[in-house]
Each structure stands twice: as C-alpha cells, then as structure tokens.
C-alpha cells in the first residue's frame, strides 16, 4: 500500500487497529482466540428451546455474562465488548473531543427479545440497530458520526470497513466499530423452517454439511490512524485495508451459485488496497456450513485465488452471530497476524474435496501478511475487507 | 479523491400495506417497482443506499405473532427473510440489476445521503440510487394497524453520460 507522491501530495493515512474485543459463546476474544484453536465448539442443546417447542435446539449461547434484562442483551453484550477493546487501546480516547469520537456498528436483528417480548408500549425506536449504536455513543461519551448499518450478516464488514474510511479522511480521530447479535428466536424459528439450520453440528466446507447454527455475541475494534497511533506512543495491533462491496441482484436468501458477486467483493477490496491475491495468507472465509453458501463460496475463492489460499471459518466453534460475525471475524483475523498462525476451521476436519479448498485442519503457522475477511448475506450482499499485520 | 456530486430531486410515492406476515414482501415490491419506473433506464447506477427504521420491525412482530399462533413447526419461512432491514434493498437491487454496493443504513435519508457520498468520494462506487423507506407512522404497538408508507428517492453521484 505504498505509491509515489508528487509534490503538494500527502502520504495516505493508514488506519490502525489499536484495541479489541469480543463476546463469544466461547468467551472473550482471547478465550474465542484459545478456543477455536484447540477445535472447541461451544454448540449445545438448550432446555429452555426443547420447552417453547423449538424444532432446533442446539446453538451457542453466551453463558459468561449476567443475563440481564432480555430486551437489553445486545447492548450488554456491546458494552462487554467495547470495555475490552478500549482498555486493549489504552488511553486512546484520552482528550479527544467527542465531536471527533465516531461509532459504526452493524447488526441483523437488533434487540431481538424487544420485538419478541413486544407489548402495547412497543417501539422500534428502542430496538433496532440505531438504538444499539446510540448506546455506544453514550458508553464513549461520542457526539460525532454515528452509523447503524442493517446489512444482515455481512454488518460487522460493513461497519468496520466505514469505519477505517472516516479515519483515512480525517472525519474521525478514533473510531469505535463491530457488531452486535444478541440471541434471537426470531432467527430461530426463521432459520429452521427455511431448512437452512443443522440440527447437530456446523461443519463448514465438509461433503453433507447440513447448515447454519446460530450463535450470539459482539465484538469491536478502535481504529485511529497511523500517525495518531505513533505520536501517543502506542501500538498498532494491525491495519485495515479497504471495504469491497457487491450485490449478486438474484434472490432474497440464495447466493449466486457462480459466486460472482462474493468474488466482486473480494476484487473489490483487494484492488483499493493496492494487495495483490498472492499476498493474501489467510482467508476468513463466511463458511456458514449451509451447502449452497460454502459451494458458491468456494467457486469465488477458486476465481480469486487460482494457486490457493489457507482457507477456513470459525462458524463450527461460535455458530453464526450474524450481524456481529464479521465483526468477531475481524478480531480473530488481528490474532491471527500477531500470532502467525492460521486458526482451523471447527468441526470442519474432514473437508469435501469437490470444493478444492485449502482448508485450514489444524493450527498452521505462517507469515501472513494479509488476511481477507469474507460475509454475505440475505439479500444478495457481499463484503470482504482486509486486515494487515501492523508494521 | 474529488467527485462531482449531482443530484436529481427528490421523488416521493406512498402505499398503505396490512399488518400480515409477508406484508414486508409487498411493500418492498411495490418500492421495487417504483424505484424500476423512476430509474430503470439509468444504466449508470452501480450502487443502492437505503435508509430506513421500520423495515423489518413491523414484519419481525407479525412473524412473531404468527409463529407462536400457529406453532413453531408452522410458521412462514417465506415471511423471515423480510424481517430483515435490508429486505427492501435486496428487492430494489434485484429489479434495477445493480451489482455494485447495497448498504442499508437504520436512520433517515439524511444518513443515507451521507453514506452514499461518504462511499462515493471513497471511490466504492461512482453513481447510487439513494432511498429512504418507512411507514408514515412508526410501530407503536404489538400488534401495528395498516399503515401508508413512504419512497423517498434520489440519485447522487457522476453525472450521466451523455447519449
């Protein structure tokens, strides 16, 4: 990402991550980090759904956290998350006016418990996204740009890829961005009857895998740029290239099956990040573990990178968090760059060969340099942003 | 980056859609349908910015309603997908053919606006329909009476080509 300067030109701001930190049904993100890399799942059946006569009663619930109030869970589970990812960024909010403090969050469902457990003094206002970004903005005491992106299960992408935008363009000077999922039934009784849901296991890229297993959770990242990062002597933990972004304009829950719009994406971020495919070490693939989403998946993954790349997907570990996924994806691709190491694709160790993938088994050290981080979702969307190894 | 911003005026449409599971289907058809008559020949357009907060709220209660109603094992799989904020942007990008970017943002057209120029000037895309879609009153209840709704559009964006 270095280009020649004419004069009168500025260098281009880098954007940094300087803190994070996630939710998970595995634990906190250096819990969800020591998990997935020893091949945990933290799938298991719940009394309560087998109760309320849900046909599906395995997911991965967070369990380390006070159960709160049902129609706050999303921001509980936000405010765990920031705490961490601001005190990971140590002092990076010190004397910076609020004005110039931004918020990006995305999430699918919202509050989900708030339309679930609705009454007569309902409010929309209360429980969507919007709703969850204000929240941030007062945990952070930010007046500047606050954006809630609804884009289902690629938000955290999303919110993450705007946010490093604001920072390169001087809107912001710290930005506070990821997702947010709190356990929706909702998303339960809807994945279930679109047959989309596994009833044991998520099992990524495997020949007969049998789909989706929701999770819940949250995870954040604070990005400042470069520049600021030095001159307040802390440390970048990685950089954040830019957000590709495309639509497959074909169905309202089906992917493309040539993944040509998945593949957009990735060329998308891939080209305004000035990286070449062969620098990629590590793709974070959506790997949802539904067979049409992995197939077209890997089709995409084939067209951009025709000599391979390590491929895997945490999904088998945490289960889908949807609106927060990529967001908790993000955290793990920063891990993995300061670890070197390729964490493996849960539940995943028997990958089907039809789909030629270099599927990440076990543990895998490597130089990585770059990794990719994929999400589609509902709606034909597509997002893959890049993650840098810092310095 | 600079880019020249132009903006045609805004276009407003309403329609009244019933508080039935599935009504998120008709109501993001018929701004599919709208958006197809107002911009259809603008071969141009390679991004969708929608707006919204009661996409998916209203429908999110009736799915709800319903599945309890009738049982779990019973509900409507064709009404979920709809209970999503961006179900609007999947129907109007589906119809307009636009591959490019489709960002839903939960706000009004204002934050729409700024996001579209924010991506534009970013160099995602190069011309986007923005859209804001809401009903004309919010969900109040558990249990929302038909409401109108309102399609708000605009373009922003490089000029068009000339023909």
């Known amino acids: 990402m270095t280009a020649d300067l004419t004069a009168g030109e500025s260098a281009p701001v880098t954007a940094c991550v300087t803190g994070y930190g996630a939710v998970t049904a595995l634990g906190s993100a250096s819990q969800t980090w020591a998990g997935v890399l020893a091949g945990q799942t933290a799938a298991r059946p719940w009394q309560d759904l087998a109760d309320e006569g849900f046909a599906v009663t395995t997911a991965c619930r967070v369990t380390h956290l006070p159960t709160g109030e049902p129609e706050r869970r999303g921001r509980d589970l936000a405010s765990a998350a920031v705490a961490d990812a601001l005190g990971l960024a140590d002092g990076a909010l010190d004397a910076v006016p609020g004005d110039r403090i931004g918020v990006y969050l995305g999430t699918t469902m919202g509050e989900s418990a708030g339309y679930e457990r609705a009454t007569s003094s309902f409010s929309v206002d209360a429980h969507n996204g919007a709703a969850l970004a204000r929240h941030v903005a007062e945990l952070l005491g930010a007046t500047g740009p606050v954006r809630a992106y609804g884009t289902a299960c690629a938000a955290g992408n999303y919110a993450i890829g705007a946010a490093a935008a604001a920072v390169r363009a001087g809107r912001v000077d710290v930005a506070v961005a990821g997702g947010v999922e709190p356990f929706s039934r909702i998303a339960m009784v809807g994945f279930s009857r ?83 495919p062969a620098d990629v070490g590590w793709v974070s693939a959506h790997g949802t573990g539904t067979a049409q989403s992995d197939a077209a998946e890997a089709v995409a993954l084939r067209a951009v990178f025709p000599d391979g790349v390590p491929v895997s997907s945490i999904k088998g570990a945490i289960g889908h968090t949807m609106g927060a996924a990529s967001a908790v994806e993000t955290v793990v691709a920063v891990q993995a760059l300061a670890a070197g190491t390729l964490p493996p694709n849960v539940n995943g160790s028997s990958p089907d060969p039809g789909l030629g993938l270099d599927v990440v088994v076990a543990p895998r050290r490597a130089d990585v340099r770059w990794v990719l981080n994929c999400a589609y979702a509902f709606g034909g969307l597509d997002s893959a942003l890049l993650l840098g190894r810092a310095a | 980056m600079n880019v020249v911003m132009s903006s045609l005026p805004d276009v407003v449409r309403t329609v009244t859609s019933p508080s039935l599971v599935a009504a998120g289907d008709a109501v993001s058809a018929w701004a599919a349908a709208e958006a197809l008559t107002l911009y259809g020949a603008d071969e141009r357009l390679d991004a969708l910015y929608v707006a919204t907060t009661g996409a998916g709220a209203a ?40 591959r490019g970017p489709s ?61």
């Open chain 1, 194 to 276: 679109m047959r989309a849901m596994t009833p044991d296991l998520c099992r990524p890229f495997v020949a007969g895998r049998r789909g989706m297993q929701l999770g819940e959770g949250a995870a954040f990242v604070v990005i400042e740029s470069a520049e600021r990062v030095a001159a307040r002597s802390a440390d970048a933990l990685a950089v954040v290239g830019a957000l590709g972004l495309a639509s497959d304009a074909h169905h309202p829950t089906s992917p493309r099956p040539d993944g040509s719009g998945m593949a957009a994406a990735m060329l998308a971020s891939l080209s305004r990040s000035s990286v070449s």
């Open chain 2, 103 to 163: 960002v839903t943002v939960l706000g009004s057209f204002d934050d729409a606006l700024d996001a579209a120029r924010e991506d534009l000037a970013d160099g995602l895309a190069t011309r986007a329909l923005v859209v804001h879609l809401d009903p004309v009153a919010p969900a109040t209840s558990a249990d929302p009476p038909a409401t109108p709704w309102r399609l708000t559009c605009s373009v922003v964006g490089a000029p068009p080509a000339d023909r």
């Open chain 2, 59 to 98: 429908e999110s209660l009736a799915f709800w309603a319903a599945a309890r109603a009738t049982g779990f094992a019973l509900a409507a799989p064709g009404a979920f997908p709809y209970t999503l904020a961006n179900a609007p942007a999947a129907r109007i990008g589906t119809v307009l053919g636009i």
